[in-house]
């Protein structure tokens, strides 16, 4: 956990803002807030309602706030971000059809 907390500080103090942005279908962007906790890493999106179905170790918190708890297994922050990103990537975009239709 404190490798995770020091990539973490260093990811913020190279100015990297942490957060995702998807691009959707119909020019509209899914906006991803990441926020480092004790017990991991929370994520918060205006999903709009859409269902999710978050697979592996990720916890929901209340509707539109979810937790990556911290693992033994995973020493890199890259590990967590990538895996964030996959779940909403499967989760939700895929799930609900908004992937951008390529022109």
């Known amino acids: 956990m404190n490798m995770i907390k020091e990539q973490w500080n260093e990811m913020i103090n190279r100015g990297t803002t942490p957060m995702f942005e998807f691009e959707l279908k119909h020019d509209e962007y899914l906006l991803v807030d990441l926020e480092l906790t004790d017990k991991g890493i929370e994520f918060s999106g205006d999903f709009d309602g859409f269902p999710v179905s978050f697979g592996g170790d990720i916890e929901t918190i209340h509707s539109n706030r979810y937790l990556l708890p911290f693992s033994e297994y ?15 990537n499967e989760g939700f975009i895929l799930l609900n059809g908004l992937y951008r239709e390529q022109d």
């Open 74 to 88: 995973w020493e890199s922050l890259d590990t967590y971000i990538e895996e964030i990103s996959d779940n909403i």
